[in-house]
């Protein structure tokens, strides 16, 4: 079974900056993409961004030049720093994994729990 554990979310002023991390566990051959979603209130959940296992990266429009997605493959680490949030940020956001748990079975995906971002105005 494949785990994933997300921290750091949190409340914050808008302005201000949180730093999420997402720790993928279990038995894991090879990760291809992590990454996070989020979802509002009311709101269909959307990509925020993810990192391919080659270092590529990919932002929704809304965050380029705020947040920054970094990975650490040795650890099966992903972390997203968050700068110069907006109460439109606030929203559940999930971790997700795209990966294998041997080299002879496909890529599956796996999800974290999420965790709370609030951005107060």
């Known amino acids: 079974q494949v785990q994933l554990v997300e921290s750091g979310g949190g409340l914050v002023q808008a302005g201000g900056s949180l730093r999420l991390s997402c720790t993928a566990s279990?038995?894991?051959?090879?990760?291809?993409?992590m990454g996070w979603y989020r979802q509002a209130p009311g709101k269909q959940r959307e990509l925020v961004a993810h990192?391919?296992?080659?270092?590529?990266?990919y932002y929704e429009d809304s965050v380029k030049g705020r947040f920054d997605i970094s990975g650490a493959n040795a650890q099966n680490t992903v972390h997203l720093q968050m700068n110069s949030l907006k109460p439109e940020d606030t929203a559940m956001y999930y971790c997700?994994?795209?990966?294998?748990?041997?080299?002879?079975?496909?890529?599956?995906?796996?999800w974290g729990q999420g965790t709370q971002v609030t951005v107060s105005s």
């Open positions: 997700y994994a795209l990966l294998r748990s041997s080299p002879t079975r496909p890529d599956r995906e796996y």
């Open positions: 990192i391919f296992s080659g270092g590529s990266s």
């Open positions: 279990g038995i894991i051959s090879s990760i291809n993409a």
